[in-house]
């Protein structure tokens, strides 16, 4: 999370526009998940990448690992044991990149309040890990500078899933 919020601020502060170019949605799904294996691992919870080869987003590399961390991390904290979190994507005109889990999901009115800075709730997870309130935020902030859009959906007691769009590569 630290090492997400100084990229972050570091962006805010110089106003930076993302350095775009062709970035390979498979590779980069996997490098993402490499920090989060022995998390996972703790807790008994599988991380699959469902992202088929060849996909590509026209993305700052280093925003968008930023982005499917934060989401696969949080998809790790609200899992239980034998839990799992996939990864996949959908290419159209632009990609939609899917992050499901099996976990405690939300309700209605918790996921209407995501991704807004005026409020920031964070929830302890399955084993009482904290956050901060601040990561679906930030990848709200990444995901428009890209010209994307996120959103979720949840069911109480049956997981989440969140959904990314950014522009596909040509």
């Known amino acids: 999370l630290f090492d997400n919020l ?13 350095r775009f170019c062709a970035v390979d949605l498979e590779a980069a799904t996997e490098d993402s998940f490499e920090p989060l294996r022995s998390l996972a691992a703790e807790k008994g919870v599988q991380i699959v990448n469902d992202v088929a080869k ?32 996939r990864c996949s994507a959908v ?3 632009m990609v939609r990149i899917t992050i499901r889990d ?19 709730v964070s ?22 500078r890209h010209g994307g859009a996120i959103s979720a959906e949840a069911i109480p007691s049956k997981g989440s899933a ?8 040509i």
């Open 6 to 18: 100084l990229t972050w601020a570091a962006f805010q502060l110089r106003d930076a526009a993302p």
């Open 54 to 85: 060849g996909i590509q987003v026209l993305a700052d590399e280093d925003l968008l690992r930023i982005v499917l961390r934060n989401l696969v991390s949080n998809g790790i904290k609200f899992s239980h044991g034998g839990g799992e979190v």
């Open 91 to 93: 290419t159209g005109k």
């Open 102 to 120: 099996n976990g405690v999901g939300m309700s209605p009115e918790y996921v209407a309040g995501l991704f807004r800075l005026d409020r920031t």
């Open 123 to 144: 929830l302890p997870g399955t084993k009482g890990e904290k956050g901060t309130g601040l990561g679906l935020y930030l990848c709200r902030d990444i995901v428009s």
């Open 162 to 169: 969140f959904h990314v769009t950014l522009p596909r590569a």
